[in-house]
Nanobody, 127 residues
């Protein structure tokens, strides 16, 4: 059993920054790719960013490229999402996800590729 706990969400003005954290605990493995997804009001859950368990491979949605940075600290079993230049359309619940069977450089952008999910963190960007 894996537990994922997100933190760092909140309310920020347009152009501001936030850093989300996701701490993994339980039957985790350091060889776990992790990702961030988000779900806005009335929208489907969508991919934001992902990082391989080695940290050598990252992937971003077009909407996140150039503004968001995903990173991880395997010693702390924690993944981060630094979000800069935030826009109102970034408003959503952000979910951390973990894949327990990933290879060295694997990253995934589909929800079905992840088998563990956090409870979500609300990010609200005011205009």
């Amino acid at each position: 059993q894996v537990q994922l706990v997100e933190s760092g969400g909140g309310l920020v003005q347009t152009g501001g920054s936030l850093r989300l954290s996701c701490a993994a605990s339980g039957r985790t493995s350091r060889r776990s790719a992790m990702g961030w997804f988000r779900q806005g009001p009335g929208k489907e859950r969508e991919f934001v960013a992902a990082i391989s368990w080695s940290g050598t491979t990252t992937s971003y949605a077009d909407s996140a490229k150039g503004r968001f940075t995903i990173s991880r600290d395997n010693a702390k079993n924690t993944v981060y999402l630094q979000m800069n230049s935030l826009k109102p359309e970034d408003t959503a619940v952000y979910y951390c996800a973990l894949n327990t069977k990933s290879s060295f450089a694997w990253v995934g952008s589909q929800t079905h590729q992840y088998d563990n999910w956090g409870q979500g963190a609300q990010v609200t960007v005011s205009s």
